[in-house]
């Protein structure tokens, strides 16, 4: 199956819903069963390589428990990978996080590029410039 296909597009963004739903489940194993062993994770903003599977898994499972992942949107981009955008919530502090993940043709996902951001109020100087056409949205 060509990386480009449709059904190969199907496959991969099926397969990047699984790995939330898991993840959110704390299904370990389900997730497990969803990457190659030498799949890579790059946490952009901090810099991190999490470059096999089972540390991959070790990451999110020995997080700090108390959050809920939302899966907001999973789009297959024109190169074939899946963009995904989950809004995380951990007691009083939401995250935001832009994922692209390569999956290979049998339905495994081998890398993951990852983007997070913090939802926090807009900077004071903005708030106070009385700009139209404005507006803030609260996050909660």
């Keep these: ?7 190969h597009s199907n496959l991969a963004a099926s397969v990047v819903c699984q790995l939330w739903h898991s993840f959110q489940a704390r299904d370990w194993a389900g997730a497990r069963a969803l990457l190659v062993d030498r799949a890579c994770c790059d946490w952009v903003a901090s ?4 470059a096999s599977a089972d540390t991959i898994i070790r990451a999110n499972r020995e997080y700090p428990e108390g959050w809920t992942l939302h899966l907001l ?10 963009h995904s955008i989950i809004r995380v919530e951990h007691g009083s502090t939401i995250f935001f996080a832009n994922t ?27 708030l106070q410039a009385g700009w ?9």
Excluded at 1 to 7: E, I
């Design 1 to 7: 199956m060509s990386l480009s296909s449709p059904a």
């Design 47 to 50: 810099g991190e390589r999490l």
């Design 73 to 82: 949107a999973v789009n297959v981009l024109l190169d074939g990978r899946v």
């Design 100 to 126: 692209l993940f390569t999956v290979t043709a049998e339905g495994l996902i081998e890398h993951m590029e990852e983007y997070w951001g913090t939802a926090e109020a807009p900077p004071a100087s903005r």
């Design 132 to 140: 139209p056409d404005y507006t803030v949205t609260p996050l909660v």
